[in-house]
């Protein structure tokens, strides 16, 4: 039986799955694979299931020329840490969990919106904190959700399921950027340029994939592009987003506030942004329910079986 790394703990049936095919090795830390750990990953196993964090770099692949590992069933649709080219050139595939996080990051999204808008977490920490002297009429006016406009910034799966929510849920207009013009259920309305998205409307959300391509793609310009009231909200990918230019934003009033899933050293969140009141904080939420990440295991151990048994992979990264 072929042996299989899984680089952090996962649902129990995940795992059970798992092994009905493989000969499975369960790594019981959930830092990151060291230097170490990535090289010996490659010489030493059939197949790998990594996430978030294990860097499979060009580097990493050239300290091991000639791999035992020919496959990485990446946990998460995110990939970004994994050099796709170099492990095509090293005869490794390479596959993600698409759809299974489609809906939950798109919930967390707006999760983020709304205490953002309405200012909940900075309600709950004068509350917990004995601040709190009873309502009254002009306590804590925030940002009324409902008919606003929402700029979403790519428009795949999660991009979609955001807009729907805002625009069925809470009536709000959507305007986007993407690639390509989408035929959707819904209307919205396809933006030329990124700056002009930032320009007209009230709620900003990010939902790109992280890479080479989109690091910074959230800049000073776009911020200063937004309006004053405008709020920020990103559940893509840390490095999509300048923090430096996000936090002089802030501390200048140019935008209303942020909303934040992730981070781009994270774990790090730099601690500018921790003193803000305006800014909505979350440790990396966007899949975390149970359901949720049994679904993203259970389909990276689909890409496995189909691996093992020479047939063609459900959701190669290409």
Same mark, same amino acid.
């Given at each position: 039986?072929?042996?299989?790394?899984?680089?952090?703990?996962?649902?129990?049936?995940?795992?059970?799955?798992?092994?009905?095919?493989?000969?499975?090795?369960?790594?019981?830390?959930?830092?990151?694979?060291?230097?170490?750990?990535?090289?010996?990953?490659?010489?030493?196993?059939?197949?790998?299931?990594?996430?978030?964090?294990?860097?499979?770099?060009?580097?990493?692949?050239?300290?091991?020329?000639?791999?035992?590992?020919?496959?990485?069933?990446?946990?998460?649709?995110?990939?970004?840490?994994?050099?796709?080219? $170099? +492990?095509? /050139?090293?005869?490794? #595939? *390479?596959?993600?969990?698409? &759809? =299974?996080? !489609?809906?939950?990051?798109? %919930?967390?999204?707006?999760?983020?919106?709304?205490?953002?808008?309405?200012?909940?977490?900075?309600?709950?920490?004068?509350?917990?904190?004995?601040?709190?002297?009873?309502?009254?009429?002009?306590?804590?006016?925030?940002?009324?959700?409902?008919?606003?406009?929402?700029?979403?910034?790519?428009?795949?799966?999660?991009?979609?399921?955001?807009?729907?929510?805002?625009?069925?849920?809470?009536?709000?207009?959507?305007?986007?950027?993407?690639?390509?013009?989408?035929?959707?259920?819904?209307?919205?309305?396809?933006?030329?340029?990124?700056?002009?998205? $930032? +320009?007209? /409307?009230?709620?900003? #959300? *990010?939902?790109?994939?992280? &890479? =080479?391509? !989109?690091?910074?793609?959230? %800049?000073?310009?776009?911020?200063?592009?937004?309006?004053?009231?405008?709020?920020?909200?990103?559940?893509?990918?840390?490095?999509?987003?300048?923090?430096?230019?996000?936090?002089?934003?802030?501390?200048?009033?140019?935008?209303?506030?942020?909303?934040?899933?992730?981070?781009?050293?994270?774990?790090?969140?730099?601690?500018?942004?921790?003193?803000?009141?305006?800014?909505?904080?979350?440790?990396?939420?966007?899949?975390?329910?149970?359901?949720?990440?049994?679904?993203?295991?259970?389909?990276?151990?689909?890409?496995?079986?189909?691996?093992?048994?020479?047939?063609?992979?459900?959701?190669?990264?290409?």
């Amino acid at each position: 039986m072929n042996r299989l790394l899984v680089t952090r703990p996962l649902p129990a049936p995940v795992i059970d799955k798992a092994r009905e095919i493989w000969d499975v090795t369960i790594r019981d830390s959930n830092a990151p694979l060291s230097p170490k750990e990535l090289r010996a990953a490659l010489q030493d196993y059939d197949a790998v299931l990594p996430t978030l964090g294990d860097l499979f770099s060009a580097e990493v692949f050239a300290d091991v020329p000639a791999p035992r590992c020919r496959m990485l069933a990446n946990f998460g649709v995110g990939y970004n840490h994994i050099d796709v080219a $170099a +492990a095509r /050139v090293a005869g490794i #595939a *390479v596959t993600n969990t698409p &759809g =299974a996080v !489609t809906d939950a990051t798109a %919930d967390i999204a707006l999760t983020l919106m709304l205490m953002s808008a309405r200012r909940a977490g900075e309600g709950e920490r004068m509350l917990r904190a004995g601040d709190w002297s009873g309502w009254h009429p002009t306590q804590m006016l925030g940002l009324h959700l409902s008919g606003k406009t929402v700029g979403i910034v790519g428009m795949g799966r999660i991009g979609q399921a955001i807009a729907r929510r805002c625009h069925l849920g809470f009536g709000m207009e959507v305007r986007y950027v993407n690639r390509s013009a989408k035929d959707l259920p819904f209307e919205a309305t396809q933006v030329a340029s990124l700056h002009n998205l $930032a +320009a007209q /409307v009230d709620m900003l #959300a *990010v939902a790109v994939p992280g &890479g =080479a391509e !989109t690091r910074h793609l959230i %800049d000073a310009d776009v911020f200063a592009a937004m309006q004053p009231h405008a709020h920020f909200i990103n559940i893509s990918r840390g490095d999509v987003v300048d923090e430096t230019a996000l936090v002089t934003a802030l501390k200048a009033g140019a935008i209303g506030g942020a909303g934040l899933d992730v981070y781009e050293q994270e774990p790090k969140v730099p601690e500018a942004l921790k003193a803000m009141q305006n800014v909505v904080l979350l440790p990396h939420l966007g899949t975390a329910a149970l359901e949720v990440r049994i679904g993203m295991g259970l389909m990276a151990v689909e890409n496995l079986a189909a691996f093992a048994t020479g047939n063609p992979l459900p959701n190669p990264v290409y």
